[in-house]
């Protein structure tokens, strides 16, 4: 079993930054992608960005450019900083972390862009 504790959500105006951690415990192996999804209210869940042990990394096309996924394989963590927030970014966002065949979800955090 794998624990996904997000920290970092908060309220922000539009342009403003945050940055968003996620630390994983429990059994991990070394080969996971860890990454992060959002869900904002009346929509389905997006994925946002992922990284892979490696360093590869994917992102949506909304926040290329904007956002950075970033991982401490040592720690087990991933990180999202999130530049020039939209209020569209507004939703909560989630972390993830695939190992096959399983796949944990983060109790989500939740971002706010707004004036």
């Known amino acids: 079993q794998v624990q996904l504790v997000e920290s970092g959500g908060g309220l922000v105006q539009p342009g403003g930054s945050l940055r968003l951690s996620c630390a994983a415990s429990?059994?991990?192996?070394?080969?996971?992608?860890m990454g992060w999804y959002r869900q904002a209210p009346g929509k389905q869940r997006e994925l946002v960005a992922t990284?892979?042990?490696?360093?590869?990394?994917n992102y949506a096309d909304s926040v290329k450019g904007r956002f950075t996924i970033s991982r401490d394989n040592g720690k087990n963590t991933v990180y999202l900083q999130m530049n020039s927030l939209k209020p569209e970014d507004t939703a909560v966002y989630y972390c993830n972390l695939r190992q096959v065949p399983f796949n944990y979800w983060g109790q989500g955090t939740q971002v706010t862009v707004s004036s």
């Open positions: 990284i892979a042990t490696g360093g590869s990394t």
């Open positions: 429990g059994r991990i192996f070394s080969i996971y992608v």
